[in-house]
């Protein structure tokens, strides 16, 4: 089973900042099969980014997903009010598939 | 509009068990592989199970394995988690959602509370 690790655990900003998040495999993952999603509280989570770096439809082009191998990255560019949530990165390239323990975004 | 919806969530005594449905709208069910997914309170996601869109190809994470059972009635549009053997650490809510791995899709979904 590949373990994913998120970093950090909490990340403390201010709206308009630069959101920087890594998602860490425990071993590859196979063709860059890394989703991010968003979850507020009580909310159901929202599908952001797939394939490590492709947008879902409707999801704002201030997000973008990057990485390949066991490293991937989830940028925010300028952070807007609706983006202070918990992220999850997932792993989708091994069964059984796997997400991580979440990045909480909150606001400084 | 494109929606799941699932049902039959509710407490239940450690062995005991529940079944779960999950019926979707807004789109063609039988052209979707599709999945469930938990969270446990305050926990994060776990993915349970997903299922083939014919229902001809289902797998689980081995902590439910023998325990839970995959279905789908493409007719009715609805998936099913039948759960048995349940354990206290089967607390969750439960998610369908659209996709066999990635969810771009997801209910609203259903309590299960396994206490005695």
């Known amino acids: 089973e590949i373990v994913l690790t998120q970093s950090p655990g909490t990340l403390s900003l201010s709206p308009g900042e630069r959101a920087t998040l890594t998602c860490r495999a425990s071993?590859?993952?196979?063709?860059?099969?890394v989703a991010w999603y968003q979850q507020k509280p009580g909310r159901v989570p929202r599908l952001l980014i797939y394939g490590a770096s492709s947008r879902d439809t409707g999801i704002p082009d201030r997000f973008s997903g990057s990485g390949s191998g066991t490293d991937f990255t989830l940028t925010i560019s300028r952070l807007e009010p609706e983006d202070f949530a918990v992220y999850y990165c997932?792993?989708?390239?091994?069964?059984?598939?796997?997400f991580g323990p979440g990045t909480k975004v909150d606001i400084k | 509009e494109v929606q799941l919806a699932e049902s039959g969530g509710g407490l239940v005594q450690p062995g005991g068990s529940l079944r779960l449905s999950c019926t979707a709208s807004?789109?063609?069910?039988?052209?979707?592989?599709m999945m469930w997914v938990r969270q446990a309170p305050g926990k994060g996601l776990e993915w349970v199970a997903n299922?083939?869109?014919?229902?001809?190809?289902?797998y689980y994470v081995d902590s439910v394995k023998g325990r839970f059972t995959i279905s789908r009635d493409n007719a009715k549009r609805s998936l099913d988690l039948q759960m048995n053997s349940l354990r206290a650490d089967d607390t969750a809510v439960y998610y369908c959602?659209?996709?066999?791995?990635?969810?771009?899709?997801w209910g609203q979904g259903a309590t299960v509370t396994v206490s005695s």
């Open positions: 299922i083939k869109e014919d229902g001809s190809e289902k």
């Open positions: 959602a659209r996709g066999g791995s990635v969810g771009d899709i």
């Open positions: 071993q590859t993952v196979s063709s860059d099969y």
């Open positions: 807004g789109f063609t069910f039988s052209n979707y592989w």
């Open positions: 997932e792993q989708y390239g091994s069964s059984p598939f796997t």
